[in-house]
């Protein structure tokens, strides 16, 4: 079958740096999207891998590990407001986005 | 701004009644939407991938009876939840994704928050 874990839960500083880790096993590979999701709101997309490596945007970025079947999302300079869950989901071979169960991020001041 | 438009985002009702809800792509045309219900701290679940002009293809253990998926456009889909119980209440999000390019990310609508009496 295919599967998506990630942590469910993870708490950080604000300030500081966090790293949300997710690994895959699917029918395939089209490519691996990372959405955040604030309480009572719809998901917002934040990033897309399709090759290995790091790819940055900001106080975000997303690797990918295609051979290792991996993926994280690292947070840089964590603000209150970053407090969400973060969805990491896959597309398999029928590009059907297969999506993992998400992990919430408590950030302390 | 908004690719993907959702309507209404709230709604109270009657248990009984049936509710529809509108998902609507802005600024392409998608063949394909899919839509998700999200109960309070779970994940999202896909209830249904909608297709224009043919049936919707329904998650094992969705009702199609009762989940009703209209794709009668290439902008539109609907869901309409009959005779709605308050078990039905929930967070139901729809989505769609530029059918042009298959790294293409989802877009989501705002959801629409259905509570039932």
């Known amino acids: 079958g295919q599967n998506i874990d990630q942590p469910t839960e993870m708490t950080a500083t604000e300030g500081a740096i966090v790293q949300i880790n997710c690994t895959y096993q699917?029918?395939?590979?089209?490519?691996l999207f990372w959405y955040q999701q604030h309480a009572g709101e719809a998901p917002t997309f934040l990033s897309y891998?399709?090759l290995d490596g790091l790819e940055e945007k900001g106080r975000f970025s997303s690797f990918l590990s295609r051979s290792k079947g991996y993926s994280y999302l690292l947070l840089k300079e964590l603000q209150m407001k970053d407090s969400a869950s973060y969805l990491c989901a896959v597309k398999d071979s029928n590009y059907q986005l297969i999506w993992g169960a998400g992990t919430k991020l408590i950030i302390k001041p | 701004g908004a690719v993907v438009s959702q309507h209404p985002s709230w709604v109270i009702c009657k248990s009984g009644t049936s509710v529809k809800i509108e998902c609507r792509s802005l600024?392409?045309?998608?063949?394909?939407m899919f839509w998700y219900r999200q109960f309070p701290k779970q994940s999202l679940m896909l209830m249904a991938t909608?297709?224009?002009?043919?049936?919707?293809?329904?998650e094992q253990g969705v009702e199609k009876d009762k989940f009703l998926i209209n794709h009668a456009s290439l902008t539109l889909s609907t869901l309409t939840v009959t005779s709605a119980h308050p078990e039905d209440s929930s967070f139901y999000i729809c989505?769609?994704?530029?059918?042009?390019?298959?790294?293409?990310?989802?877009?989501f609508g705002d959801g629409t928050r259905l509570s039932i009496l």
């Open positions: 989505s769609a994704s530029d059918p042009g390019t298959p790294s293409q990310p989802q877009h």
């Open positions: 891998n399709v």
């Open positions: 699917t029918s395939g590979f089209n490519g």
């Open positions: 909608s297709n224009e002009g043919s049936k919707a293809t329904y």
């Open positions: 600024d392409f045309q998608a063949t394909t």
